[in-house]
C-alpha cells in the first residue's frame, strides 16, 4: 500500500546474549540442581497428599493464621496436591529457560493464497463434478431432493415432542379456590387472624389433602405471603380493601418480573422486595411496583376466615401469578 | 537396548506405517513467538482440561436426579430434610468422600478460572489486532468458545439444586417463557412439565457431561489446528515481519514451557481450591420455589446479564389478549444478541472500513489503532457498569449505599460512560502515538540539567537505540479511503448513503499522529 514517507530501516534482530549456564559450567550445573530440588518438592506434596488421604481424619481442625479455623484432612490433601503440581511446572520452566537453547529462531511464513492455476484446475474440477452429477440439468431430481432434506429435518423436531406436555392453561390456575384453607410453611397448621401480630409477616400455603407430597411445582405457583398491618395504614380501592382481613392482606409470593420468591419485607417503609432484581412492591397500595424492572403488582388473594376463625381464600386468584408469558391476558 | 535404539525402533515403526517422519520433523521444529500475553489462551485451555478431569472424578458420585430423598448424611443442620438427589449427592461428595470437596472446589475455581482466561485472551486478540486476515474463522470459532461457555458454566452451578442454582434456574425459566408465541410451549418442553419438574437437572447434567462438552473439544481443536496451521501471530521489533515468524521451536524450549506451565495452572487452582471456599452449597440448602436467600448472586460471567436485566425499566406491552416482557426480552436477549453478533462480525467490519484485504501476522500496538482500542474501552465499560449493577445488593449492604442510587446511577451510566470511555481512549491513543514520536525525534529524558553559558537550563536528551526507534516506527499508517460518491465518468453510484458512512468510518479509524519519517530523523540530527 502506499506509504510515500520513507520509514526507518529495520537493524534485524538484537545479537543473542549469552546466559549464564551457556558459558559457566558451575552455573550450569546449579541450574540443574534447582531443577532437581524443584521436582523433588514436588514429590514432597504428593507424600503430603497420600499422607492427608490415609492419616489426617476428616473432622481435624486446625488453627492458621489469617485464615482460621481450617479442616486438615481438606488443606493437606489440597496443598498436596497444589505443590505437587506446581513445582513440577515451576521446574520444567526452570529448566527450559536456563539449560534448553534460548536462541530465537527464525522461520519463514507464505501466503495463505493458491497460485492462480490451482484455483483455477480448483473451479474446473467442481464444475466438471457438479456437470457430472447432472444436478444443474435434472431439475427433478435437484427440487425433490432440496423437498426430501428439508422434511427430514422435521423428524428431530418431531421425535422432541414428548420432551413435556402442552402448557394449555395450566400457567393460568394456581391450587387456591373459594375456601381453601391457608395454612403455614413450614408447619402446615391453619391459621386464625390473631396468630399475626400488627407487623408480621407469614408464609402460606393452601391446605392440600397430601401435605407430604405436595409438589415444588405447586409451590412455585401458590406460595403466599401474609403481611399484617393497621386497616388504616392501607391506601387501596374499596375492592381491594375488602379482599384484606383485619389488616392482614395477601399477596402471591412469586415474583411478576422472573418467579423469584419475593421475600424481603421491610417493615418501616412496609416495602416487599424480590432479592434477585430488586423490583419493589409497595404493601399498602396492594403491592404497586414503586422500582425496578417488574412491570405488574403481584397478585392480590381475596381472604377472609371461616365459621371457626381460620383464614381462607374468598376467591381463587383472579390473575395468573408469576412471569409474564405469551398467552397472558394483562389487560 | 540403548534409548536411541529404542527411541529408533518406535520412529521406524510408526513411519514404516504413517511416512509421519517428515511431517514430525518440520513440526517438531515449529516456532512460536514468546509473548506474556500469548499465554492467556493457554490458560483457558488447562483450565477445560483440569475441567475435564475433576469433572470426571466429580460423576462419579454425583446423581442428577430431583427425585425427592430424606437426608441422612453426615451433614447435621440438614439432617432429615427433604431434598433432592442431586442435592444429596452433592452434600456426599462434600462430607463423605474424601477430596471430593477438593475436586467440586478444584471444578468451581477451574470454570471461573476458564472464563476469566477466556475474555483476558479474547481482549488480548481484539487489541492487538489479532483477528485481522486470515484468522477472521478463528475469531468467529473463540466467540463461540465463549458462549458455550457462559452456558456451560450456568448449567453447571445449577447441577446442585441448591436454593442459590434453583434460583438461578427460575430466572432462565422465565426468559424462555417470556418468548412471544412459543414461550411457554418451550418451558413446558424444556422443564419436562411445570417449573420446576423432575425432568430439567437429569437433562441438563446431559447436555453438561457429554453434549456441551464434545462441542467445546470439536471446536477447540479446529481452533488450535488452526493457530497450528497459520502459525502464531507475533509483536513488532527488529527483525520480525509479515513474512516471518520469530521464537523458540517446539521441541524442546516450547514444550518444556508450556508443559509446565500447564501444572502451574492446576497447582495454582489446587491451591485455590485447598485454602478459598467457593460455592458452599450446604449453607444454602435445598432448593423450593418459595423461598430465596438475600444477595443472590451468579457466577462473575452473568452478572453483567443479570446486572441488565436488574436495570430494564419496567415495560410490558398488553395488547389483545397477549403480553410481551420487553424488560426480560430486551436485557435478556436482544441485547446480548446484538453484542455477541456485533463482536462475531467486528473483524468483517472493520475489514471494510479499512478496505485492507492484505494477511497481517505482526500486531498492533494498541495506540496505533486508536478507534479499535477506543471501541474496545467503550465496550468494556458498557459490560462493566452492568456488571457493578449486577452486584448492586452486595455494594450497598458492603458500603451503605442507597441500592435505588446505584440502580439510577447504572441506569445512566450505561447510557453516559462508554461514549466518554471511548473519546477518552481515543484521545489518550493519539497522545501515546504523540510521545512515540516525541521520544523518537528528541530522545529519552536524562533527567541531567545542563546550565548554557548566557544562564538557561536545559534538559539533556539521549538518543534512543536504532532497535527503540524502530519499533516505535515500524506500523503502517494507511492513508483514508479514496470514496467518491462519483465513478470515472461522473455518474452517481448506488449506496450512495452507504459510501458516505464508509468514508465517515475510514477516516474516523485512520485518524493519527504521524509517525517519524527516516527523512525527518536525519533532519533532526543534523541540526
Known amino acids: ?331 | 537396548m540403548t534409548a536411541e535404539a529404542r527411541l529408533g525402533s518406535v520412529a521406524n515403526f510408526v513411519d514404516e506405517r504413517t511416512g509421519a517422519a517428515a511431517w514430525m520433523k518440520k513440526n517438531l521444529q515449529k516456532v512460536f513467538p514468546d509473548h506474556w500475553s500469548f499465554l492467556l489462551g493457554e490458560v483457558a485451555l488447562y483450565s477445560f482440561v483440569i475441567l475435564l478431569l475433576s469433572g470426571t472424578f466429580l460423576t462419579f458420585w454425583f446423581d442428577p436426579s430431583q427425585r425427592e430423598v430424606i437426608y441422612e448424611g453426615s451433614y447435621a443442620p440438614l439432617e432429615g430434610i427433604k431434598m433432592s438427589a442431586a442435592y444429596a449427592s452433592t452434600l456426599h461428595i462434600s462430607f463423605e468422600v474424601r477430596g471430593g470437596l477438593l475436586m467440586r472446589q478444584i471444578h468451581h475455581w477451574a470454570a471461573l478460572l476458564f472464563m476469566a482466561a477466556i475474555v483476558a485472551h479474547l481482549m488480548r486478540v481484539f487489541f492487538t489486532g489479532a483477528f485481522r486476515k486470515p484468522r477472521e474463522g478463528n475469531w468467529v470459532i473463540g466467540i463461540g468458545l465463549l458462549t458455550l461457555g457462559i452456558v456451560e458454566g450456568f448449567l453447571g452451578y445449577s447441577l446442585p439444586d441448591d436454593l442459590l442454582s434453583g434460583t438461578g434456574i427460575r430466572i432462565a425459566e422465565a426468559i424462555i417463557q417470556a418468548l412471544p408465541v412459543v414461550g411457554s410451549y418451550l418451558a413446558y418442553f424444556a422443564f419436562g412439565g411445570a417449573f420446576p419438574g423432575e425432568a430439567f437437572i437429569p437433562r441438563i447434567y446431559t447436555v453438561h457431561v457429554l453434549l456441551l462438552p464434545g462441542a467445546f473439544l470439536a471446536l477447540i481443536t479446529v481452533h488450535l489446528m488452526l493457530v497450528w496451521y497459520q502459525k502464531h501471530t507475533q509483536f513488532p521489533g527488529p527483525g520480525r515481519t509479515e513474512k516471518n515468524v520469530v521464537g523458540y521451536p517446539l521441541m524442546p524450549t516450547y514444550m518444556a514451557k508450556a508443559g509446565g506451565f500447564f501444572f502451574i495452572v492446576f497447582g495454582v487452582t489446587a491451591f485455590l481450591a485447598a485454602v478459598a471456599s467457593i460455592n458452599p452449597i450446604w449453607l444454602y440448602g435445598p432448593y423450593t420455589p418459595g423461598q430465596i436467600s438475600a444477595g443472590s448472586q451468579p457466577d462473575w460471567y452473568m452478572g453483567w446479564l443479570d446486572g441488565l436485566v436488574r436495570m430494564a425499566p419496567p415495560i410490558e406491552t398488553a395488547a389483545f389478549g397477549h403480553t410481551i416482557s420487553w424488560n426480560i426480552l430486551i436485557p435478556g436477549l436482544i441485547i446480548p444478541g446484538i453484542l455477541f453478533t456485533g463482536m462475531a462480525l467486528y473483524p468483517f467490519i472493520e475489514a471494510w472500513i479499512t478496505g485492507d484485504k492484505r494477511e497481517h501476522h505482526l500486531l498492533d500496538r494498541p495506540r496505533n489503532a486508536p478507534n479499535r482500542t477506543a471501541l474496545g474501552a467503550m465496550s468494556l465499560t458498557f459490560v462493566l457498569v452492568t456488571l457493578i449493577n449486577g452486584g448492586n445488593d452486595i455494594i450497598a449492604t458492603h458500603f451503605d449505599l442507597s441500592i435505588n442510587q446505584i440502580m439510577w446511577g447504572t441506569r445512566f451510566g450505561v447510557l453516559i460512560l462508554p461514549p466518554i470511555a471511548f473519546i477518552v481512549t481515543k484521545r489518550l491513543c493519539l497522545s501515546l502515538q504523540r510521545a512515540d514520536r516525541e521520544l523518537v525525534l528528541h530522545g529519552r529524558e536524562t533527567g541531567t540539567l545542563l546550565r548554557l553559558p548566557h544562564g538557561e537550563f536545559v534538559e539533556v536528551h539521549e538518543p534512543i537505540s536504532p532497535e527503540k526507534a524502530y519499533l516505535l516506527t515500524s506500523h503502517e499508517q494507511l492513508p483514508p479511503l479514496e470514496l467518491p460518491d462519483v465513478d470515472g465518468r461522473g455518474v452517481k453510484r448506488a449506496g450512495v448513503l452507504k459510501n458516505k458512512i464508509r468514508a465517515r468510518l475510514n477516516k474516523a479509524h485512520v485518524e493519527s499522529v504521524p509517525k517519524v519519517s527516516a527523512t525527518e530523523l536525519k533532519e533532526i540530527e543534523h541540526h
Open chain 1, 1 to 331: 500500500m502506499a506509504n510515500e514517507i520513507e520509514s526507518i530501516k529495520d537493524p534485524g534482530l538484537p545479537a543473542h546474549v549469552h546466559r549464564k549456564a551457556d558459558t559457566d559450567p558451575a552455573a550450569a550445573r546449579r541450574a540443574e540442581r534447582q531443577v532437581a530440588t524443584m521436582f523433588l518438592i514436588s514429590a514432597a506434596g504428593t507424600v503430603l497428599l497420600i499422607a492427608s488421604y490415609f492419616f489426617i481424619p476428616d473432622d481435624l481442625f486446625v488453627f492458621i493464621p489469617v485464615m482460621g479455623n481450617q479442616n486438615a484432612h481438606q488443606l493437606g490433601l489440597g496443598l498436596g496436591m497444589a505443590i505437587s503440581l506446581f513445582f513440577i511446572g515451576l521446574g520444567a520452566i526452570h529448566w527450559a529457560k536456563t539449560l534448553m537453547p534460548d536462541t530465537e529462531v527464525v522461520a519463514q511464513r507464505h501466503e495463505f493464497r493458491s497460485p492462480d492455476s490451482e484455483r483455477q484446475e480448483f473451479v474446473d474440477a467442481v464444475k466438471e463434478g457438479a456437470a457430472a452429477s447432472g444436478l444443474g440439468r435434472r431439475t427433478l431430481i435437484k427440487k425433490s431432493l432440496f423437498a426430501s432434506l428439508g422434511l427430514s429435518a422435521l423428524s428431530p423436531l418431531i421425535l422432541l415432542r414428548d420432551l413435556g406436555p402442552l402448557p394449555g392453561k395450566e400457567l393460568e390456575k394456581t391450587t387456591w379456590a373459594s375456601g381453601t384453607y391457608l395454612v403455614t410453611d413450614p408447619g402446615n397448621r391453619r391459621i386464625s387472624a390473631s396468630d399475626l401480630e400488627v407487623g408480621a409477616v407469614a408464609q402460606v400455603l393452601p391446605e392440600i389433602a397430601d401435605p407430604e407430597h405436595r409438589k415444588l411445582s405447586d409451590i412455585a405457583k401458590d406460595a403466599v405471603l401474609l403481611i399484617r398491618l393497621r386497616p388504616e395504614e392501607f391506601n387501596l380501592e374499596p375492592d381491594r380493601l375488602a379482599m384484606t382481613h383485619e389488616g392482614i392482606i395477601a399477596f402471591s409470593k412469586i415474583c411478576s418480573h422472573m418467579g423469584c420468591a419475593v421475600a424481603l419485607y421491610e417493615q418501616q417503609t412496609k416495602h416487599l422486595l424480590c432479592p434477585c432484581h430488586q423490583s419493589t412492591f409497595d404493601v399498602t397500595r396492594a403491592a404497586k411496583v414503586i422500582f425496578g424492572p417488574s412491570a405488574r403488582p403481584l397478585p392480590q388473594l381475596d381472604i377472609t376466615t371461616d365459621a371457626d376463625g381460620f383464614l381462607i381464600a374468598r376467591n381463587p386468584f383472579s390473575e395468573p401469578v408469576g412471569p409474564s408469558f405469551w398467552e397472558r391476558n394483562s389487560q
